[in-house]
């Protein structure tokens, strides 16, 4: 008898253990679902995480915008030193000369070659005399009456002299418009 008692509950401990690992895989099959603060929390981190992101990626473009300008100043600045050289070549050889023509020849010679390198940097001056008044390229500075019926609404006269760099003005030309 004890023997059938053994054997029973040796096929109960069997039963009893394939019942539990029966129900333990039904349990991990079925994933819990994410609740709503579960998806806020997640939805909040990647926005923190994009917004952060982007703030990088707006320093990070000012900075190199700005070692552009610095390296763009840098190019100009190192071609007009030649320049400042000869106006002080200039200066010091004027104390010693007589020949008032060869100075200005040699000022002559250094405008020239400043010119020279702004246009090469692409700097451009208009010409605006005898051309119509347009506000875009002109400031008036003054109406005086016209020379001729030709010259209404012309420019008459620069005070001075507008310049552009590429395809935008950089400095408007002060002009006297004939009425």
Do not use: W
């Amino acid at each position: 008898m004890s023997d059938e008692k053994e054997v029973k509950n040796e096929q109960e401990e069997v039963e009893n253990t394939q019942e539990v690992n029966e129900t333990e895989p039904e349990a991990e099959e079925t994933p819990t679902e994410p609740t709503l603060e579960d998806k806020y929390k997640e939805l909040n981190d990647k926005y923190f995480r994009i917004h952060a992101e982007f703030d990088n990626y707006r320093k990070r473009t000012n900075k190199e915008k700005l070692e552009i300008i610095v390296s763009a100043n840098a190019g100009l600045l190192k071609d007009l030193i030649p320049v400042i050289d000869d106006f002080e070549r200039a200066i010091a050889n004027n104390d010693e000369v007589d020949d008032i023509d060869s100075v200005k020849e040699g000022f002559k010679l250094i405008f020239n070659k400043y010119k020279t390198t702004l246009e090469a940097k692409g700097l451009k001056g208009m010409d605006s005399i005898g051309q119509k008044f347009d506000s875009e390229l002109h400031e008036a500075i003054a109406n005086v009456p016209a020379p001729s019926k030709k010259m209404r609404g012309k420019v008459i006269d620069a005070v001075e002299k507008g310049y552009c760099l590429g395809d935008k003005v950089i400095r408007y030309a002060k002009v006297v418009v004939g009425q």
